[in-house]
């Protein structure tokens, strides 16, 4: 959950403000949001939808591990 001004929860992909009552469901997204993210996964619903963004970020080049690694 993002949270900004006043404890005013936050959609975790645009920063609009949820609707408490959206928010108390546990919806991490507004509600554009949640319309776009359940048109990519139907199956997938509200808290799980940012870390499965997370999850989706995988390294393609192996050049950008030694990037990573490097100091
Ligand atoms: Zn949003």
Redesign the pocket.
Known sequence: MVVGKHNQPL??????P?PKGRADMNHV??????EIEDRKNPQVHTVTIGFNKGAYQYVHNPDDLRTVHKK
């Open positions: 959609c975790v992909l645009c920063y609009d949820i997204t507004c509600i554009p949001c949640q």
